[in-house]
């Protein structure tokens, strides 16, 4: 369903997800990733997925949670950018049905326009919302985290409102996934890389003219992780990581 709400809803919604939470692994979704790092994700982590435009983190997060959604999961998506038919409209190429999840109440959708994320974050948060109280949110995306900070004043209320967002998502112990754009020529935001449990860098490199996309798991908290890159690619099925 698409998730019109009110700015302060925001933190409601989030408050309301955590309430059953099985320990464990939550798998990536990424073919060829989960064996890699001990089966997954630490459930109730938060992962941000880091890269240059055109690297794959929209399609890495929404195959996060296509994931969650082939086990039976609800999830929500996150944006402050993105139109939803957009999205549904991009994932479409991959078989995935997402008007039909949504239709189904496992999908949920929340947009947020340039005025209201100036709004959302000049309040930080509000009265809890009574709209998702007998959901049962698994899994959360944001995408991307980058539009969020940059309505900011500045840095000091950047990181403020970067923190508070990390702390109520902590709280409510779902496992989320954020991406960020990472331009190394232009890059402000390193410090929401130390705030993340879990850091995957995607990066698209050039050898004579030709394209190859790589994958790197840079942090990992409590797992066990290779220190190499490994080559990927974008399939009609997904992203997929090879050795």
């Not at 944006?79 to 039909?100: C, N, P, V």
């Not at 996934?177 to 890389?193: F, H, I, N, Q, W």
């Not at 995957?200 to 004579?208: A, Q, S």
Request: proline share 2%.
């Amino acid at each position: 369903m698409f998730l019109n709400l009110p700015i302060n809803s925001f933190w409601g919604i989030l408050g309301i997800m955590g309430r059953k939470v099985v320990n464990g692994r939550v798998s990536t979704g990424i073919f060829g990733l989960d064996g890699k790092i001990e089966g997954g994700f630490e459930r109730g982590s938060i992962s941000l997925v880091a890269g240059s435009p055109g690297t794959g983190k929209s399609t890495f997060a929404i195959q996060f949670l296509i994931d969650g959604l082939s086990k039976g999961e609800n999830v929500l998506y996150i944006t402050f950018e993105e139109s939803q038919e957009k999205i549904f409209k991009h994932m479409e190429r991959f078989g995935w049905d997402l008007r039909r999840f949504e239709k189904e109440g496992k999908f949920s959708f929340l947009n947020y326009t340039p005025e209201r994320v100036e709004k959302f974050i000049a309040e930080g948060g509000g009265d809890i919302e009574f709209y998702l109280e007998k959901r049962n949110i698994h899994r959360v995306v944001i995408d991307s985290i980058t539009y969020f900070l940059l309505m900011s004043k500045d840095e000091y209320q950047s990181r403020k409102a970067l923190l508070e967002l990390i702390s109520m998502l902590k709280r409510v112990k779902c496992s989320t996934l954020m991406t960020l754009e990472r331009v190394p020529k232009d890059y402000k935001y390193a410090y929401a890389e130390f705030v993340a449990d879990n850091l995957i860098f995607l990066y698209n490199k050039r050898t004579n003219g030709v394209k190859t996309r790589m994958l790197e798991v840079f942090k990992m908290r409590g797992t066990k992780h290779p220190s190499k890159l490994f080559r990927i690619k974008i399939t009609d099925k997904g992203i997929k990581v090879y050795n």
